[in-house]
């Protein structure tokens, strides 16, 4: 392939493209960079870029692009997915402002009654997945909801942390 001065090219083995300004020898020459440096390259390094091909239109205006639509189904799956879990916070904070004056035995049952009521809500629901905030703790609320899960006879798995737990339908 020959090259003349005021060559448009782009390097093979950078994301860098130039103008040809001097050509040293037929093996040889000098492009100023968009960076504006002068740099000496071999013409194996360098491919030129014919005019009225360096724009998107220059190879057509209608054509399907294969994997745009597939970027686009995995996007809309991931937001399906997203869109079929519920998280339930069972610290008794969220659930009510009077906690001082309750008993321990008093906050446990207010939480596991909102667990069930939520349990029964999801299981009737288009929902797929229910992480369930039982806190980390003494684990006594744990040991209580995972009870009532294996009463619904649902699948469940512990957090890494231990703070949730995963029900999976």
Same mark, same amino acid.
């Given at each position: 392939?020959?090259?003349?001065?005021?060559?448009?090219?782009?390097?093979?083995?950078?994301?860098?493209?130039?103008?040809?300004?001097?050509?040293?020898?037929?093996?040889?020459?000098t492009?100023?960079?968009? /960076?504006?440096?002068?740099?000496?390259?071999? %013409?194996n390094?360098?491919v030129? #870029? =014919?005019?009225? !091909?360096? *724009?998107?239109?220059?190879?057509?205006?209608?054509?399907?692009?294969?994997?745009?639509?597939?970027?686009?189904?995995?996007?809309?799956? /991931?937001?399906?997915k997203?869109?079929?879990s %519920?998280k339930?916070?069972?610290? #008794? =904070?969220?659930? !009510?402002? *009077?906690?001082?004056?309750?008993?321990?035995?008093?906050?446990?049952?207010?939480?596991?009654d909102?667990c069930?009521?939520?349990?029964?809500?999801?299981?009737?629901?288009?929902?797929?997945?229910?992480?369930?905030?039982?806190?980390?703790?003494?684990?006594?609320?744990?040991r209580?909801?995972?009870?009532l899960?294996n009463?619904?006879?649902?699948?469940?798995?512990?957090?890494?942390?231990?703070g949730?737990?995963?029900?999976?339908?």
């Amino acid at each position: 392939m020959s090259f003349f001065i005021g060559d448009t090219v782009l390097f093979k083995s950078e994301d860098q493209h130039g103008i040809i300004t001097k050509l040293n020898s037929p093996y040889k020459v000098t492009v100023k960079t968009s /960076d504006g440096f002068e740099v000496l390259v071999s %013409i194996n390094d360098l491919v030129r #870029i =014919e005019e009225g !091909t360096n *724009h998107p239109d220059a190879y057509g205006r209608n054509f399907h692009i294969k994997d745009v639509s597939k970027t686009v189904n995995k996007s809309n799956k /991931d937001k399906t997915k997203n869109n079929l879990s %519920i998280k339930i916070d069972l610290h #008794i =904070e969220l659930l !009510t402002t *009077h906690f001082n004056q309750m008993s321990n035995f008093e906050i446990v049952t207010m939480q596991l009654d909102f667990c069930h009521k939520k349990i029964n809500e999801f299981i009737n629901s288009k929902y797929h997945t229910l992480i369930i905030v039982h806190g980390i703790g003494s684990g006594l609320l744990k040991r209580e909801v995972h009870k009532l899960l294996n009463n619904y006879q649902l699948r469940f798995f512990l957090s890494k942390d231990g703070g949730s737990t995963q029900v999976i339908l």
